[in-house]
């Protein structure tokens, strides 16, 4: 098992942003893009955790780092990750859904 630390660049204009979802895909062998990640026009429920929030559509292979992050935050540790390899992506969302994401530009092999 393994920490794995991402960081990105908080978005530049956070007006109408209420927070950011890192989540990480299991390798499905080819680079996937953001709706690989969660379904297209998602909407958020207010229940303030992704975990628990039913706008929230992770697809097959795919989990959230940690808990929902502040909209300040640029890391996030994902730790105890099993050896294999894995994409990551950043979201930025709000109440009406998610943002585009950014996702790594290749697989990490973690060993």
């Not at 942003?17 to 080819?30: A, E, H, K």
């Not at 893009?33 to 697809?59: E, H, M, P, W, Y």
């Not at 943002?99 to 697989?107: E, H, I, L, Q, Y």
Request: hydrophobic share 40%; charged share 10%; proline share 4%.
């Amino acid at each position: 098992m393994a920490n794995v630390l991402l960081s990105w660049t908080a978005p530049s204009v956070t007006t109408n942003v209420d927070g950011i979802v890192v989540l990480r895909m299991t390798d499905p062998g080819s680079a996937p893009g953001c709706d690989d990640f969660i379904a297209a026009n998602k909407v958020r429920s207010n229940s303030g955790t992704a975990a628990n929030d039913t706008g929230l559509d992770l697809q097959s292979g795919v989990t959230q780092v940690g808990s929902d992050l502040a909209v300040s935050d640029t890391s996030v540790v994902d730790t105890a990750v099993a050896a294999g390899d894995y994409y990551y992506a950043a979201f930025s969302y709000n109440a009406a859904g998610y943002s585009p994401c950014t996702v790594t530009g290749s697989a990490l092999n973690i060993t």
